[in-house]
């Protein structure tokens, strides 16, 4: 269940920096609110414009894959070739 709280952290603090930027006080409350409950601990308003860590787990581009879980050619790819 940690890494969904990591999730849930890391969703709320990019919540919290689009309130921090357009000036919504009250909202940026609620979120600190929410990050407290979820654990966060750390500084909120170190910086509103730095981004946001990614969940853990996630890549930064998928790929496309078999369903046997492996890398495969895409439909148009692997059609043959016309005989001239």
């Known amino acids: 269940m940690v ?14 920096a689009v309130y921090a930027n357009q000036g919504d006080t009250d909202r940026v409350a609620q979120v600190d609110g929410q990050l ?10 170190a910086d509103p ?4 860590e990614p969940p853990q787990g996630r890549t930064a581009a998928g790929e496309r894959q078999t369903a046997e879980g492996g890398q495969g ?8 070739k016309p005989k001239s």
């Open 73 to 80: 050619k895409t439909a148009a790819a692997s059609k043959a």
């Open 3 to 16: 890494a969904r709280d990591e999730n849930m952290i890391a969703a709320l603090k990019r919540e919290r």
């Open 49 to 52: 414009n730095a981004p946001a």
């Open 36 to 45: 407290k409950h979820y654990g966060y601990e750390g500084t909120q308003d």
